[in-house]
């Protein structure tokens, strides 16, 4: 039996597991603060995820002005936004306190916090989940450093990796959940699968098929522009897999290098 079949037959079947099938992307919240309490209740149970070296931290806000302010446009009815860091400034301090010079791969050190933050990310994001509230992550904050670093104050080897919103989902929007690859095209026992034509072809009409089916790129009006060539697709084709092949496109490419901005953040890249 394929792991696909073994999925469909047992459905989600502990309050956790529910909690995890049914989170989706929140983009319209209701006008309901989010108290510190919740608030630090889904930070204690992020920073409960494993850790390699707690090479993560977080900087929150209620002000959007300083989001703005920082290069972030946040969806405009989110009261709370967070900003995960990799932080090897706390590390460093501990180091000097210990008599030890850092001197680590930086490289490696990113990935390794890379690692960190976004564990810590998914245990936030399903604690909030647990509590009613929804999410959205915020993916091109890195190229936000210099202004994120202005704006709250952030010191060098100190760098955003993602940008989020927090608050309780308005339920007018009733979001739908999106669907994703096929599990065996994306989850192999014992060695990789070499993906044929007819497997692509699977997991694009899985997600074709299941993003128009929600008139999501229509309802949204996203799209995004080819800039050097005539747009031929109208919204009613505008797939799932049309738009993540846009954006990973060499025409879409633009701004600085992420390495030139992690080098001008303190982080030794050769
Ligand atoms: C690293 C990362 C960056 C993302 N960046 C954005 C973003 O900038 N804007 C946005 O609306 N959604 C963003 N998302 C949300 C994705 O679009 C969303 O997770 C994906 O479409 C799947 O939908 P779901 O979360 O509802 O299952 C991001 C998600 C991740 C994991």
Same mark, same amino acid.
């Given at each position: 039996?394929?792991? %696909? +079949?073994?999925?469909?037959?047992?459905?989600?079947? +502990?309050?956790?597991?529910?909690?995890?099938?049914?989170?989706?992307?929140?983009?319209?919240?209701?006008?309901?603060?989010?108290?510190?309490?919740?608030?630090?209740?889904?930070?204690?149970? &992020? @920073? /409960? %995820?494993?850790?390699?070296?707690?090479?993560?931290?977080?900087?929150?806000? /209620?002000?959007?002005?300083? !989001?703005? $302010?920082? *290069?972030? *446009?946040?969806?405009?009815? $989110?009261?709370?936004?967070?900003?995960?860091?990799?932080? @090897?400034?706390?590390?460093?301090?501990?180091?000097?306190?210990?008599?030890?010079?850092?001197?680590?791969?930086?490289?490696?050190?990113?990935?390794?916090? !890379?690692?960190?933050?976004?564990?810590?990310?998914? +245990?936030?994001?399903? %604690?909030?989940?647990?509590?009613?509230? &929804?999410?959205?992550?915020? *993916?091109?904050?890195?190229?936000? %450093?210099?202004?994120?670093?202005?704006?709250?104050?952030?010191?060098? /080897?100190? @760098?955003?990796?993602? &940008?989020?919103?927090? &608050? =309780?989902?308005?339920?007018?929007?009733?979001?739908?959940?999106?669907?994703?690859?096929?599990? #065996?095209?994306? $989850?192999?026992?014992?060695? =990789?699968?070499?993906?044929?034509? #007819?497997?692509?072809?699977?997991?694009?009409?899985?997600?074709?098929?299941?993003?128009?089916?929600?008139?999501?790129?229509?309802?949204?009006?996203?799209?995004?522009?080819?800039?050097?060539? #005539?747009?031929?697709?109208?919204?009613?084709?505008?797939?799932?897999?049309?738009?993540?092949?846009?954006?990973?496109?060499?025409?879409?490419?633009?701004? #600085?290098?992420?390495?030139?901005?992690?080098?001008?953040?303190? @982080?030794?890249?050769?």
């Amino acid at each position: 039996m394929s792991l %696909a +079949n073994v999925m469909i037959s047992s459905p989600p079947s +502990n309050i956790v597991l529910e909690t995890i099938h049914k989170r989706r992307s929140i983009r319209e919240y209701l006008d309901r603060p989010v108290s510190d309490e919740v608030l630090s209740q889904i930070l204690e149970a &992020g @920073f /409960r %995820a494993p850790f390699a070296a707690q090479l993560c931290s977080v900087i929150y806000t /209620r002000s959007q002005d300083k !989001m703005k $302010a920082a *290069g972030i *446009g946040v969806y405009p009815t $989110a009261p709370v936004h967070m900003i995960f860091f990799i932080d @090897f400034c706390r590390l460093e301090k501990i180091m000097k306190h210990r008599g030890h010079e850092y001197g680590y791969d930086d490289m490696m050190a990113i990935w390794l916090g !890379m690692q960190d933050v976004v564990l810590m990310i998914e +245990n936030l994001t399903i %604690a909030a989940e647990s509590l009613g509230l &929804g999410s959205v992550l915020y *993916g091109l904050t890195p190229l936000r %450093a210099d202004s994120i670093a202005k704006v709250f104050n952030v010191p060098a /080897r100190v @760098f955003p990796v993602v &940008g989020m919103s927090v &608050g =309780y989902p308005d339920p007018a929007e009733n979001t739908e959940i999106r669907p994703r690859f096929p599990l #065996e095209m994306a $989850a192999f026992e014992d060695e =990789y699968r070499h993906h044929t034509d #007819e497997d692509i072809k699977a997991c694009m009409i899985k997600m074709d098929e299941g993003y128009l089916a929600q008139g999501y790129y229509i309802k949204s009006r996203t799209k995004v522009d080819l800039v050097d060539k #005539e747009d031929t697709i109208g919204f009613d084709r505008y797939s799932w897999s049309e738009h993540i092949s846009r954006k990973f496109r060499s025409a879409f490419r633009r701004g #600085e290098p992420l390495i030139d901005i992690l080098r001008r953040h303190g @982080f030794d890249l050769r």
